[in-house]
């Protein structure tokens, strides 16, 4: 039976990740509070949308933390905006 955690981002008990997406702090919390759905979310689609809406440059520090604090907001973890990926009418012409 997989393990479950009261989700961050979906209020509800949910499968968890089977391991922290990746080691320190960041990875711990993600283990303990979020859901293997929340981080798919992330992971497999608002995460490179993030990247791609505001050019996020993964070499560049600050643009690492802001796609860090985004992950954060997206899952529930930290309170804050999350930013806006899917909006139909960007980029069209009046």
Same mark, same amino acid.
């Given at each position: 039976?997989?393990?479950?955690?009261?989700?961050?981002?979906?209020?509800?008990?949910?499968?968890?990740?089977?391991?922290?997406?990746?080691?320190?702090?960041?990875?711990?919390?993600?283990?303990?509070?979020?859901?293997?759905?929340?981080?798919?979310?992330?992971?497999?689609?608002?995460?490179? *949308? %993030? =990247?791609?809406?505001?050019? /996020?440059?993964?070499?560049?520090?600050? +643009?690492? *933390? %802001? =796609?860090?604090?985004?992950? /954060?907001?997206?899952?529930?973890?930290? +309170?804050?905006? %999350?930013?806006?990926?899917?909006?139909?009418?960007?980029?069209?012409?009046?």
């Amino acid at each position: 039976m997989p393990r479950t955690v009261l989700c961050a981002k979906f209020h509800k008990e949910l499968p968890g990740l089977e391991k922290p997406p990746f080691g320190g702090e960041i990875g711990t919390k993600i283990f303990e509070r979020v859901s293997q759905q929340a981080w798919d979310q992330w992971s497999k689609d608002v995460q490179i *949308k %993030v =990247l791609n809406e505001y050019r /996020l440059n993964m070499g560049d520090p600050r +643009d690492y *933390k %802001v =796609l860090v604090d985004q992950m /954060l907001r997206f899952l529930g973890l930290e +309170d804050g905006a %999350v930013a806006e990926v899917e909006n139909s009418e960007r980029g069209r012409r009046q």
